[in-house]
């Protein structure tokens, strides 16, 4: 420990290396000025009238208007969502239905460059990202599903599972495109049609999609995507004639989701906040936990929902660990989401970025010491640098609410009983890390953190085959695995 203190002291944070940009070409993407609703197979003009208009969140420049889809407009969505389950989706063979979403996902692959691009442009996640990531699980995860759709009965064996009808579907903008697949994925393998409305500042890769739907020959009607803010997706989840409902954004409107929907019969699952625990003992191996912690909070700019966003460290390694970090810090590179060699790009949108201008003058206030990347902000766009909160209480705000943004807080624990005690002390439980050399430790520590994944020596991992979800306030309900299947069934043994 003594020596990695004397080299920290000797050598000042390094300046990040100059690198030649290696820009993706946005030429890959052709906009539209505007765009209408995709219902029944086709682009239509919103009966609302209204449109919105969405941008780049890295210059703030336009890129196109999207529909704002009134209750009208959800309605007829709906009903052609209704109409292609009874007529169409609900009498084919299940392996047709397969057929379909293998042939989805190979046109995913095929087309993976130009939707990398997208969800960059629209999102600003760095292109390294939506390339290497966003776009391979999407494909994946439509072809294990492809996998499942004739398979059912062998899934829940002797329960004569059975479609629900229509599913109407709210995504967040941290994984437009990624969310889309976790959504339709499932729901159509199981046999139902759906209505989803991506989130209001990232509707282009979902409009995108509509290209892969009808090169896909996907009968109309099986998928319609209506564009929209808030207001769109609450007149989507109480529609009467929707059987179930699948949500994923902030804990606060998942909740009003649940009350809407009490008392009702449609089906319901959530997949909400998280303030993620990661824990590091003092026998893990440092470099490699630096590496995910850093994967832990500044990938997708801590845009993501299980973000490792609390770092745990025990007492003995904290100094050495947190000089470690903010080296590590000092040469991400903050900028350009088409540049390649971007590591974090630009925060989603100006109102994300004031909460999270908020939330961090709270730690300050509070008496959080904090430290960050000395990077070079571009002038134009919402960017935040890479932070680090040290001297952080469990009763700071940012030790206990979700920032949703590139800000870690650092609290230490002295023994394992302690940092589970910390771990779970949280509205939240969608995820936790746990770094260290013994196989036992991960093992009794997984069995005890309240959190629906625990990454051992890694973090952020995901695999369409491994069962997603929260405890408590992250919500309920599970995606991926056979465990995504079930909320989209209805079993006729009664469960
Ligand atoms: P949000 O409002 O919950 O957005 C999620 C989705 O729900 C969006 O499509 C949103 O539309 C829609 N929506 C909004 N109000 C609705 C309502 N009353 N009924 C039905 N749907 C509704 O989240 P946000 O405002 O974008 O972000 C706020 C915070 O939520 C973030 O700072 C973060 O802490 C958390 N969050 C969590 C996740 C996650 O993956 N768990 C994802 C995103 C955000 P609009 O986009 O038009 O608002
Ligand atoms: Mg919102």
């Known amino acids: 420990m003594g020596d990695v203190e004397k080299r920290q002291d000797r050598s000042p944070a390094p300046a990040a290396f100059e690198y030649v940009s290696s820009r993706e070409s946005r030429d890959l993407v052709r906009l539209a000025e505007r765009y209408g609703l995709f219902i029944g197979g086709d682009f239509v003009e919103p009966r609302s009238g209204e449109y919105l208009a969405t941008v780049d969140p890295s210059t703030e420049e336009p890129l196109a208007e999207v529909a704002q889809a009134g209750p009208e407009d959800v309605d007829v969505a709906v009903k052609a969502a209704r109409e292609a389950y009874e007529r169409r989706w609900s ?127 996907l009968p109309a009607g099986v998928v319609n995507i209506l564009t929209g803010d808030g207001r769109t997706g609450a007149d989507l989840v109480k529609h009467p004639e929707v059987d179930k409902v699948a949500f994923t954004g902030s804990t606060e409107v998942g909740k009003a989701i649940q009350r809407e929907l009490a008392g009702s019969k449609k089906r319901l699952t959530l997949e909400l906040g998280g303030k993620a625990a990661n824990v590091v003992f003092d026998d893990a191996p440092l470099d490699q936990a630096i590496e995910g912690i850093v994967n832990g909070i500044y990938f997708n700019q801590g845009h993501v929902c299980c973000a490792g966003s609390r770092l745990l460290v025990q007492e003995s390694i904290a100094e050495p660990l947190v000089a470690k970090l903010k080296r590590r810090l000092a040469t991400l590179r903050v900028g350009d989401p088409l540049d390649k060699n971007t590591d974090v790009g630009a925060i989603n949108s100006r109102a994300q970025l004031e909460k999270i201008v908020a939330l961090v003058e709270s730690g300050k206030e509070e008496g959080a010491e904090i430290y960050q990347s000395p990077c070079e902000l571009p002038d134009r766009g919402y960017w935040f640098p890479p932070t680090v909160f040290t001297n952080v209480a469990q009763s700071y705000r940012i030790a206990q609410e979700e920032i949703f943004g590139p800000v870690l807080s650092v609290l230490t624990f002295r023994t394992p009983e302690e940092a589970v005690e910390k771990a779970n002390n ?34 952020n991992r995901f695999d369409p085959a491994s069962p997603f979800g929260g405890y408590k306030e992250s919500g309920f309900g599970r995606e991926g695995g056979l465990h995504g299947l079930r909320p989209y069934l209805a079993l006729g043994d009664g469960r």
């Open 426 to 459: 949280t509205p939240y439980g969608l995820s936790a890390g746990v770094w260290t050399d013994k196989g036992s430790r991960i093992l009794w520590a997984a069995q005890r953190l309240r959190a629906g994944v625990v990454w051992a020596n890694t973090y």
């Open 91 to 217: 009498r084919i063979r299940p392996a047709e239905r397969a057929k379909y979403l293998f042939r989805i996902a190979r046109i995913l692959q095929e087309r993976s460059r130009e939707f990398a691009v997208m969800e960059s442009l629209n999102g600003g996640k760095p292109i390294k990202e939506s390339r290497d990531v966003d776009l391979p699980l999407s494909a994946a995860h439509c072809f294990y599903y492809a996998g499942w759709a004739d398979e059912l009965e062998y899934a829940f064996p002797n329960a004569r599972p059975k479609a629900l009808g229509v599913a109407g579907q709210v995504i967040p903008w941290n994984f437009p495109l990624l969310m889309l697949a976790w959504k339709i994925a499932p729901a159509l393998a199981a046999g139902n049609t759906v209505v989803l409305k991506p989130a209001e500042t990232t509707p282009l890769s979902a409009l995108l999609f509509t290209d892969v739907v009808r090169q896909a020959e």
